[in-house]
């Protein structure tokens, strides 16, 4: 799909030909002497497009425009969630499967968080997973053009939440794929190709080297599958070696069957998504690669299976991680934090400026945060608020969580340095504190996103997140001395 930012008013819409046109209304729209805008006054008046938020008129082959169909949405406030609201409504009632060109313009001057929330909602709703399906039915959408009133004000985050919709459906694509089809042999190839672009290398290390790095802890989840593990290096160079880089680190666990300590049947599937933020730094590095800002950025995936054969590890067993910590594993199910704390320490070798994990971590943060926003974990006030203002850029929101050196009370344990579980209660914020203990040579921050990388039920399927949030972070990161 290919998106086109264009100058166009109401007059030159009207004359696009075009499968759909969606006209966005502002609140206070002035309408001027043209068709489609007489149109539109009209049926304010009359009442047939209520004043009202992500109401919508359709009209099939109207008169007043060149466009097969037309649908007029009213926003109620021009802001990112207006216009999200809007277009998921007209494209709800507007979209035909045939559906080959569209057009979205804005009646008034579109805002930065306007179009791209625009942009977003159009390829939120086009999407579509084909990779194991037997008669795959594509993305018809070729072109999708988003008319302004005032182009070379919204050009640029025109042109970043193109590049981020790539990274999105890439993450999208690795996220749904199911386990037999995203094996850590075919993540680590995943990487392999984003190397092809020019400022992006990577380096995938098996099981020998990883064992030689002493990784312990990332082993000893490997252990329990008959899929060989894979340690993915990323490397996105964008500025001087001298400049010290930001480090992604991305929980990689394509099945989470949760080992020994087995997880119930019921909607064991979705643990297929426990490699999201693995798919999310993917798909960060396939945006890094279109907008080739000015930064450093390593991605780091400990990818593994948490499976149960005959080696598996078991409740009680003692491993010691890279950095020399032992740790009792009382629960198999918390295998996230054990392959993600071998990362963290393998990330000090970087001399990072600042080191954030995304994890699909703890059912308890999905019990805290639902799936609107990630939790956020981090010491550091510099990083904690920069990380929430890249999501509120990107529409793609989290909420920092504490991190009270009391929470790691439950961490204790009586036969190594520290155990892998805490007890049920704030349980996000347990997994953290573990985490925080690999942590002491940079600033860090932690994403949970259990509850945000993926919807369940009907909807089932990856959301691509926090791709938005990571790459408004990075690239806030540019700009600044
Ligand atoms: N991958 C899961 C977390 C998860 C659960 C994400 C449900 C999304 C939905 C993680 O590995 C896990 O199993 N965590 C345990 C930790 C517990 C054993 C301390 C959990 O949350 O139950
Ligand atoms: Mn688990
Ligand atoms: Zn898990």
């Given at each position: 799909m290919n998106f086109e930012l264009k100058h166009l008013d109401l007059v030159g819409a009207a004359d696009e030909k075009t499968d759909l046109l969606v006209v966005l209304v502002p609140q206070d729209f002035k309408a001027g002497k043209d068709?489609?805008?007489?149109?539109?006054?009209?049926?304010?008046?009359?009442?047939?497009?209520?004043?009202?938020?992500?109401k919508c008129l359709a009209l099939f082959r109207p008169l007043q425009a060149a466009a097969t169909r037309l649908i007029v949405a009213q926003?109620?406030?021009?802001?990112?969630?207006?216009?999200?609201?809007?277009?998921?409504?007209?494209?709800?009632?507007?979209?035909?499967?045939t559906m080959k060109r569209l057009v979205v313009c804005f009646a008034a001057a579109a805002k930065e968080d306007a179009v791209r929330a625009a942009v977003n909602a159009v390829a939120e709703v086009t999407y579509s997973y084909t990779a194991t399906k037997s008669k795959p039915t594509p993305r018809v959408l070729a072109k999708a053009v988003i008319g302004v009133p005032n182009p070379p004000q919204v050009a640029d985050t025109f042109e970043r939440a193109v590049?981020?919709?790539?990274?999105?459906?890439?993450?999208?694509?690795?996220?749904?794929r199911p386990a037999n089809h995203a094996t850590p042999q075919l993540l680590g190839e995943a990487a392999q190709a984003l190397a092809g672009h020019a400022k992006i290398s990577c380096e995938v290390l098996g099981p020998k080297e990883v064992a030689k790095l002493g990784m312990g802890s990332f082993m000893a989840v490997a252990q329990g599958s008959d899929q060989p593990l894979r340690f993915i290096v990323l490397r996105y160079n964008g500025a001087a070696k001298s400049k010290a880089p930001t480090v992604l680190v991305g929980k990689g666990i394509t099945f989470d069957s949760g080992g020994i300590s087995i997880k119930p049947a019921g909607e064991m599937d979705e643990m297929k998504f426990d490699m999201s933020g693995a798919a999310s730094v993917l798909g960060t590095f396939k945006t890094l690669s279109l907008l080739k800002p000015a930064i450093n950025v390593v991605g780091l995936i400990p990818a593994c299976e948490n499976l149960i054969n005959g080696k598996a590890v078991k409740p009680g067993d003692v491993v010691t991680s890279m950095n020399g910590q032992t740790i009792e594993i009382l629960n198999t199910d918390a295998e996230g934090r054990l392959v993600l704390c071998d990362a963290l320490t393998y990330a000090e070798r970087f001399k990072p400026r600042a080191v954030v994990d995304i994890a699909t971590l703890t059912g308890a943060c999905v019990v805290a945060l639902g799936a609107v926003r990630s939790g956020m974990f981090s010491g550091n006030d510099e990083i904690a608020q920069s990380l929430a203002a890249a999501g509120e850029r990107a529409q793609d929101l989290c909420w920092r969580m504490p991190l009270d050196e009391e929470y790691a009370e439950g961490l204790k344990s009586n036969f190594a340095d520290v155990a892998n579980i805490g007890?049920?209660?704030?349980g996000a914020i347990t997994a953290a504190k573990f985490l925080q203990r690999f942590t002491e040579k940079f600033p860090w921050a932690h994403l949970d996103i259990a509850g945000s990388a993926w919807k369940s039920g009907a909807q089932k399927g990856a959301t691509g997140r926090p791709v938005g949030l990571l790459v408004e972070f990075l690239l806030s990161q540019s700009t600044d001395k």
């Open positions: 068709e489609l805008s007489v149109l539109i006054a009209s049926a304010l008046k009359t009442g047939d497009l209520e004043a009202a938020a992500g926003v109620a406030d021009a802001g990112a969630r207006g216009v999200r609201l809007a277009m998921l409504a007209a494209l709800a009632q507007g979209k035909s499967p590049a981020t919709v790539a990274g999105v459906e890439l993450a999208k694509e690795w996220a749904n007890g049920r209660a704030g």
